[in-house]
T-cell receptor
């Protein structure tokens, strides 16, 4: 069974640019969540999508956005990158729809902003 | 708001020994779930164990058990017979349950770096 796949695994951007990260969930999973992990702030919830609708949102500025497609694949976008956006971005999928179930995480996309 | 506190930044344990990783939590939700995840240096978060707030029995999964003390708001992870491959960062997390709904949003602690030694 294929796991959660995130692309790209590593990327380097400069301040002011934008970036799009992709996540393919486990087959059959309709919930996709995104988390940001930094040494200073730890793991923070960004947002969750379920059946193409954003269901939950964390406390991040509007520069962080996401979407989910009909095949449950998800993308997140960060516009006008800042140095502080350098982080490991983790995607997680779950088949649970009404509860916090077991989340299956990908290996993450490591973003460096110069 | 939910809060998870892990007070041990780093722990060492000898191979084959048991180790307890501490986790305390705070929430006003009447129903919640507690999770433990392992993060090796590769970065992937690996699910270890889950405990629902209304579960009467402590959860166990192989060598992992969760010592759930609701009155103390603690959810410590116990790893028995430690192995070298257990060396990793361990995160305690909290989320909702089927009673609270709201989807899959976890609040994580700051983690404990476990090092298993020969």
């Amino acid at each position: 069974k294929a796991g959660v796949t995130q692309t790209p695994r590593y990327l380097i951007k400069t301040r002011g640019q934008q970036v799009t990260l992709s996540c393919s969930p486990i087959s059959g999973h309709r919930s996709v969540s995104w988390y940001q992990q930094t040494p200073g702030q730890g793991l923070q919830f960004l947002f969750e999508y379920f059946s193409e609708t954003q269901r939950n949102k964390g406390n991040f500025p509007g520069r962080f956005s996401g979407r989910q497609f009909s095949n449950s694949r998800s993308e997140m976008n960060v516009s006008t990158l800042e140095l502080g956006d350098s982080a490991l971005y983790l995607c997680a999928s779950s088949k649970q729809d009404r509860a916090t179930g077991e989340l299956f995480f990908g290996e993450g996309s490591r973003l460096t902003v110069l | 708001a939910q809060k998870i506190t892990q007070t041990q930044p780093g722990m060492f344990v000898q191979e084959k020994e048991a180790v307890t990783l501490d986790c305390t939590y705070d929430t006003s939700d009447p129903s919640y779930g507690l999770f433990w995840y392992k993060q090796p240096s590769s970065g992937e978060m690996i699910f270890l164990i889950y405990q629902g707030s209304y579960d009467q029995q402590n959860a166990t999964e192989g060598r992992y058990s969760l010592n759930f003390q609701k009155a103390r708001k603690s959810a410590n992870l116990v790893i028995s017979a430690s192995q070298l491959g257990d060396s990793a960062m361990y995160f305690c997390a909290m989320g909702g349950t089927i009673l609270t709904g709201g989807g899959n949003k976890l609040t994580f602690g700051t983690g404990t770096q476990l090092k298993v030694e020969l």
